[in-house]
């Protein structure tokens, strides 16, 4: 069975830190590509950060590049997304996005996520 589910939101002071976790089930183990988007009611879903599963390589939007880091453990390759100096501007739902193919993550930025999670609530005040 395919799912994806967050873990890690809650409510954060300024400056605080969170580590938001992507747990993925074993039918997306080896996905090409994950994704963390954040959105805020009445807004458009904003893209946050993404990494390449298999090659390690990492990108970010410049509204969080230097503060947020995105990786993956050993393990189980479960993603996490390190979230440091939050601002109240970070306040959003966050959501982790799976590829389903071998495409690449620009593919999956242009075209699609093939699975989304039911995203966590991040609250900076």
């Known amino acids: 069975d395919v799912q994806l589910v967050e873990s890690g939101g809650g409510s954060v002071r300024a400056g605080g830190s969170l580590r938001l976790s992507c747990a993925a089930s074993e039918d997306i183990f080896n996905s090409d590509c994950m994704g963390w988007f954040r959105q805020v009611p009445g807004k458009e879903r904003e893209w946050v950060a993404a990494?390449?599963?298999?090659?390690?390589?990492?990108s970010y939007d410049d509204s969080v590049k230097g503060r947020f880091t995105v990786s993956q453990t050993r393990a189980k390759n479960t993603p996490y997304l390190q979230m440091n100096s939050l601002k109240p501007e970070d306040t959003a739902t966050y959501y982790c996005?799976?590829?389903?193919?071998?495409?690449?993550?620009?593919?999956?930025?242009?075209?699609?996520?093939?699975?989304w999670g039911q995203g966590t609530q991040v609250t900076v005040s």
């Open positions: 990494i390449d599963r298999l090659g390690g390589s990492t």
């Open positions: 996005a799976a590829g389903s193919g071998k495409y690449g993550c620009e593919w999956y930025l242009r075209y699609g996520f093939g699975y």
